[in-house]
């Protein structure tokens, strides 16, 4: 079953960020967020952890990650942030399926601003349940 953006239901964490699915490929999938208010730290910069959920859930969703019923959990994510986000900031966040197994999923994941600069990358094992 070939999965598509248009089919995954709305997720309410998700809708709370402002974090949108963009794209599902065949090893990869896009998210985007908006930078506004509810995302900034006390610096008026984009909190870390906003790039952070970013990351963790571009990783579920590459295509061979989204047959019904396959159960993940993410066991370790390793972020690394180069460049802070601002408020206005259009950031995308994509991941590629490095190692599918029977027992655990590794992917990469790299988050860009609109001006396509590196703001952060890092990688992620999630587990099949």
Known sequence: ?????????????LETLGIELTEIGERH???TVTVDDRHLNY????????LAALADT???FPRPLLPSGCQLATVSLNMSYLKPAALGDC???RSEL???GRRTVSLVVRI???NHQLLAHGSAILMIL
Do not use: S, T, Y
Request: hydrophobic content about 55%; aromatic content about 6%; glycine content about 14%.
């Open 29 to 31: 999938a896009v998210m």
């Open 112 to 114: 860009h601003n609109q």
């Open 43 to 50: 610096r008026g910069g984009a909190h870390g952890g906003l």
């Open 1 to 13: 079953m070939k999965v598509n953006v248009g089919d995954i239901p709305p997720i309410a964490f």
């Open 58 to 60: 571009v990783c579920f």
């Open 91 to 93: 950031l995308m966040a």
């Open 98 to 100: 490095l190692h599918l």
